[in-house]
């Protein structure tokens, strides 16, 4: 048996650090001749990377129960406390009977008009040939979205205030943490780091007043009613109210992250792809002829979803970790316990092998003879297995109908001159989304 390749630019005592926090996409790129499974260091110590998608199904599907979240998801529970992104084994299969059945495809529907009228609140505000940075007001929107379908407020309620105000803190402070090599620097009591520590507090207490507030009140028909109330069918227990916010907090943050970057690509995409949106509006127009999209009408919008598809294939979570807490064996190596394990959807989605010419945008590879031939583990934008994401319909949902309304009523091309690179944080963002907006 072949020894385990070490992937390319370890330093002394960093590792691999320094790229994974400067140019993590490219060295990502240089891994697919490494073999099927890459030796990386986190500082001194050793990690494994699988670059075959059989192996990542290994690590999230087969051999699941061997594995923990790992440090990625250790440095992320400042956030999001101990919510269900972060159990592992019989806690998580608990939790994530409580939280689920907030996010049932018969449930999701009733989201549907939020998204939808936020959406065109958000466009009745747009006028001919306005400059817009897209990308905040997709954030605004997600944050609006957000707080009707999660506690049922609008933009004006003190909490989605502070959220406003203290989420885009936390999730660039996290960022910084999760991938340094030590945990000094977080520990000092810099500007930047107590800036994070007052964020947080302050998101925490927030959501917890308002946790507090529903208790006794009954259904208002939204997510946090149905947290509040959820009970364990084999011992009757619910959650408390740390747990409860612990878990908004988590759906807060990917509808924010997760969701709102998705939209993001996606619209910068059709700015610079006109034949993109040239071929949704006419699929658009032949499903909706001309009037106000309804739920049903999602699903019938086929190429809308493999355009979806290829925008979630190309800007995919770029970094996850689990952590070994069994020896187990990947690709004929055995991985001792206490070890990290990364795991890359981004890696696998960029995969030469699996999508030929990877970075082109090519939405024919969402057609049913395509997407079905696909080996196990080539195509993750929202996990699998175990801990597949929860709210994967929810976000769908969201995206399809964001994209819907807006392409119904308005063309998107970005500003003159203006250049959309990427920027690496939690997940893949565009560095900016300057477009001018016109109506059809």
Known sequence: MTDIAVAPGRLPLLGHAWYLRRQPLPWLRSLYDRGDLVKVYLGPRPGFLPVAPELLHDVLVTKNAAFVKGPFY??????????????????HGIRRRLVQPAFHINIVTRYFDVVRDETERMTARWRPG???????????????????????????????????RTLPLVMEGFFRRAWAATSIPEKLPTRRNRAFDAAIRDLRRALYDLIVAYRGSGDRGDVLSMLVSARDSSSGQGMTDLQVRDEVIGLLTAACEDI????????????????EQDRLRAELDDVLAGRRIEFPDVDRLAYLQRFLNEVLRLRPPWLTTRHTRDSVVLGGHTIPPDTTVLVSPYLQHHNPRVFPDPESFRTDRWLPEHAGALPRGAYVPFGT???????????????????????????????????????????????SLPVVVAPR
């Open 74 to 91: 250790d440095k992320l529970e400042p956030l999001i406390g101990r919510s269900l992104g972060l159990l592992a084994g019989e806690e």
């Open 385 to 431: 297995g175990a801990h597949v994401c929860p709210g994967r319909h929810f976000s769908m949902l969201v995206a399809r109908t964001v994209v819907a309304v807006v392409l119904s009523r308005w063309t998107v091309a970005l500003q003159p001159g203006a250049r959309v690179g990427e920027k690496v944080a939690v997940s893949i963002h565009p560095t």
């Open 130 to 164: 306005d400059r817009l940075a897209l990308d905040d007001e997709i954030t605004a929107l997600m944050l609006a979205v957000s707080a009707k379908s999660l506690f049922s407020a609008d933009v004006e309620n003190e909490a989605v205030r502070v959220v406003q």
């Open 260 to 275: 709102g970057t998705t939209l993001a690509w996606s619209f910068c995409t059709l700015a610079e792809r006109p034949v």
